[in-house]
């Protein structure tokens, strides 16, 4: 069974930084890409980051490119999202996310909140 769970979360003020953890279990997940959405209160479910199986290749949404670092330990079965020079407007629930054979796979999420 796939298991994602996703730590890391809180309170932090405008301009600080947070790191974000998930640890995976029930597969190999190393054969898997992997990724980060948000989902803010009101609005839609966004995608956030994503990186390739082996970690080499890794795309971000506008919103946050050149802030958001994501990246995995596959020896750890763990997905990492390093995000700096946080805004309110990146307050919002993250999840981490699996994609298998066509099934998405969610973790429960960490809150994230920014205050300005």
């Known amino acids: 069974q796939v298991q994602l769970v996703e730590s890391g979360g809180g309170l932090v003020q405008a301009g600080g930084s947070l790191r974000l953890s998930c640890e995976a279990s029930?597969?190999?997940?190393?054969?898997?890409?992997m990724a980060w959405f948000r989902q803010a209160p009101g609005k839609e479910r966004e995608f956030v980051a994503r990186?390739?199986?082996?970690?080499?290749?890794?795309s971000y949404a506008d919103s946050v490119k050149g802030r958001f670092t994501i990246s995995r330990d596959n020896a750890k079965n763990t997905l990492l999202l390093q995000m700096n020079s946080l805004s309110p407007e990146d307050t919002s629930i993250y999840y981490c996310?699996?994609?298998?054979?066509?099934?998405?796979?969610w973790g429960q999420g960490t809150q994230v909140t920014v205050s300005s």
């Open positions: 996310n699996v994609r298998i054979l066509g099934t998405n796979y």
């Open positions: 029930g597969r190999t997940f190393s054969n898997y890409a």
């Open positions: 990186i390739s199986w082996s970690g080499s290749s890794t």
